[in-house]
């Protein structure tokens, strides 16, 4: 039982330490490789389909000859429950309307299922439902279903909640992970490493004070905007791809993006912004910023026509104000993330390979 | 801090210890009287809106001028995983096929959220996820967004799915809870109590063996059968209220119909079929099969005219061969159910009012 086995996923064979078939380790959850090795080897094979098999943060289905729908869905089991900038309410309701946003769709409905642990107090239940509905209302929508279950005492932690969510896609609107093309422009909508670093923080885990406050935000009105700022009739000036940086953070988005698309991206150190306070815990902590988790960022690869007015249209709309253009994407070498460093020399940025944050979304 | 409060729930007013205010307790998961007050107080209020206010098994929107969705979610956190019949994999998707075909929507697509705990065998996993595979193959579903969180050892019990299903309801279909009339027909798909046992069996808390299987079933196909034998633009010979009689068992959603719809609903005792292992196991233990919950089971309130030909659709299908007519409407007194015993005596069949059987779902 001691031989490697490999498996193939998206076209790559990764060798994969048969111990990780096994047991379920925290690093199943990272959002990284071994995420990715969990999905590709037990989800995808039994449920397969066109929509789950395109890897993107949403499932798109043609639900009528007339209506796209995207549908996306995400359980939440933050720790702690609170942090500076957001909650677990919060993040539940903005985690699921982001993805359904990532499709180009506009969010309309979520679904909210919580599962309580015995004892829970309900003032926390209270904050935690008053949070997911001041999300809501920002992100213009309506939580159409619920469900509750209870499990005893050390069954959970707290409370973990699952959102999913329904979306429409506008007509011609095609947007998806596999779509980046050489040449493409690569825009990101702000700094990165915030929400990471502002759980850590709510946990202590950093061993001195950080005033750093998670970006998690809806970013649905962000993505409208920059739909209007673009043509999706012309490959020239539409957006392409859609994504935002969560588990595993920036570079392991890059890199799924790269992958799926069979393309190169090519980004610049220096242009990719970290708040100082940010960068300083991760400087003390030996963490890279490209792999700290966010929730309320965005990559958008658009056609080079449309980068000016997408970043402007950005520019004009909260939550999107920081953004910048850190790269484009090119042919080869085919599934790689380069990134130029600040002292002009050229590295190789990897998918997140093990567990940096367990519980961080 | 002892005075009880009282709160307003659906019309009717319940006196509530301040207690159930402060922590969740088991018997808010019961799906009966506190799972109610917990919704009414501190979901309903914060996430209004006319789908979620109408209180049904799934909210249902008209996402565009001609398309109606029917939503619904449910997180399952059944104990043990497996039990005689099924397991959490067909349990997950079979709870929300079944809330979506409740609105008379034919179900189509799925999301599976995991929350799964450090040390979870992935043997086990597989043994889920493929159950889940065939069980969406029988209803005839794609799964086409997922989600997988791992949380430490002691922070779950081996692994949680929600699911989440959309579904389109079909053109002039109308069915809720609140459109129950005084002499609609009620039809029951089959003999009640079967879920509940099964897992209590599972567990090893009967105390002797008994030979019960889970009624765990996807029922939209049932629910298409009965939609073609009946007409929906007539009153009397159209379906009115469809429910699966889940947590809380048959009374519990007969009295949610009744009170949403403001009838009585009058049932006779002698035509709900209990099989005798599970009346044996219910005598054993001090329960009431009302009360027990069933995961492929249906409540059908029908105009008179449609009462044949959609008892006979039933009996044709699959998940019905065993359909009755158990009642019928009244007018008052109106919120009540009430059963002619098989003694000829007539008895008030309340809602759950307490934690009978946790984790059941």
């Given at each position: 039982?001691?031989?490697?086995?490999?498996?193939?996923?998206?076209?790559?064979?990764?060798?994969l330490?048969?111990v990780?078939?096994?047991?379920i380790?925290?690093?199943?959850?990272s959002?990284?490789?071994?995420?990715?090795?969990?999905?590709?080897?037990w989800?995808?094979?039994?449920?397969?389909?066109?929509a789950?098999?395109?890897g993107?943060?949403?499932?798109?289905?043609q639900?009528t000859?007339?209506?796209?729908?995207?549908?996306?869905?995400?359980s939440?089991?933050?720790?702690?429950l609170?942090?500076p900038?957001?909650?677990?309410?919060?993040?539940?309701?903005c985690?699921?309307?982001?993805d359904?946003?990532?499709?180009?769709?506009n969010?309309?409905?979520?679904?909210?299922g919580?599962?309580?642990?015995?004892?829970?107090?309900?003032?926390i239940?209270?904050?935690?439902?008053?949070?997911?509905r001041?999300?809501a209302?920002?992100a213009?929508?309506?939580?159409?279903?619920?469900?509750?279950?209870v499990?005893?005492?050390?069954?959970a932690?707290?409370?973990y909640?699952?959102?999913s969510?329904?979306g429409?896609?506008?007509?011609?609107v095609?947007?998806?992970g596999?779509?980046a093309?050489?040449?493409?422009?690569?825009?990101?909508?702000?700094?990165?490493?915030n929400?990471?670093?502002?759980v850590?923080?709510?946990?202590?885990?950093?061993?001195?004070?950080?005033?750093?406050?998670?970006?998690v935000?809806?970013?649905?009105?962000?993505?409208?905007?920059?739909l209007?700022?673009?043509?999706?009739?012309?490959?020239?000036a539409?957006i392409?791809?859609?994504?935002?940086?969560?588990?595993?953070?920036?570079a392991?988005?890059?890199?799924e993006i790269?992958?799926?698309s069979?393309?190169c991206i090519a980004v610049?150190?220096?242009s990719?912004?970290?708040?100082?306070?940010?960068?300083?815990?991760?400087?003390?902590?030996?963490f890279?910023?490209?792999?700290?988790?966010?929730?309320?960022?965005?990559?958008?690869?658009?056609?080079?026509?449309?980068?000016?007015?997408?970043?402007?249209?950005m520019?004009?709309?909260?939550?999107?104000?920081?953004?910048?253009?850190?790269?484009?994407?090119e042919?080869?070498?085919?599934?790689?993330?380069?990134m130029?460093?600040?002292?002009?020399?050229?590295?190789?940025?990897?998918?997140?390979?093990?567990?940096?944050?367990?519980?961080?979304?």
């Amino acid at each position: 039982m001691t031989e490697p086995k490999t498996i193939s996923m998206q076209g790559a064979i990764c060798p994969l330490p048969l111990v990780h078939n096994e047991k379920i380790v925290m690093g199943h959850g990272s959002g990284g490789k071994m995420s990715q090795d969990l999905i590709a080897r037990w989800f995808m094979p039994p449920f397969d389909n066109p929509a789950l098999r395109a890897g993107d943060d949403a499932g798109v289905v043609q639900a009528t000859p007339r209506t796209r729908l995207a549908v996306s869905t995400d359980s939440h089991v933050v720790w702690p429950l609170f942090f500076p900038g957001g909650d677990i309410g919060r993040l539940a309701v903005c985690g699921t309307v982001n993805d359904v946003a990532m499709m180009g769709a506009n969010p309309l409905y979520l679904t909210a299922g919580f599962i309580l642990e015995e004892g829970l107090e309900l003032s926390i239940l209270e904050r935690v439902v008053s949070s997911m509905r001041s999300a809501a209302e920002e992100a213009g929508i309506q939580i159409i279903s619920g469900d509750t279950k209870v499990v005893q005492k050390g069954k959970a932690d707290l409370l973990y909640i699952n959102t999913s969510g329904v979306g429409l896609v506008p007509e011609g609107v095609q947007i998806s992970g596999s779509l980046a093309q050489p040449g493409d422009v690569i825009i990101l909508s702000g700094p990165i490493g915030n929400h990471g670093i502002a759980v850590l923080a709510a946990r202590g885990d950093l061993g001195f004070q950080a005033e750093v406050q998670s970006d998690v935000a809806p970013l649905n009105h962000l993505v409208a905007a920059m739909l209007k700022a673009s043509n999706p009739a012309d490959p020239l000036a539409s957006i392409h791809t859609l994504r935002d940086p969560t588990r595993g953070g920036l570079a392991t988005s890059l890199n799924e993006i790269a992958r799926q698309s069979a393309v190169c991206i090519a980004v610049e150190e220096a242009s990719i912004h970290v708040n100082p306070a940010v960068a300083a815990a991760c400087e003390m902590l030996g963490f890279d910023p490209l792999y700290i988790a966010n929730e309320g960022r965005m990559i958008a690869v658009v056609g080079p026509v449309a980068a000016q007015p997408v970043l402007e249209s950005m520019h004009s709309t909260r939550y999107g104000e920081d953004a910048r253009i850190i790269g484009h994407v090119e042919a080869a070498p085919a599934g790689r993330v380069l990134m130029r460093t600040v002292l002009g020399s050229t590295r190789v940025v990897d998918t997140l390979s093990s567990e940096l944050l367990p519980r961080i979304c």
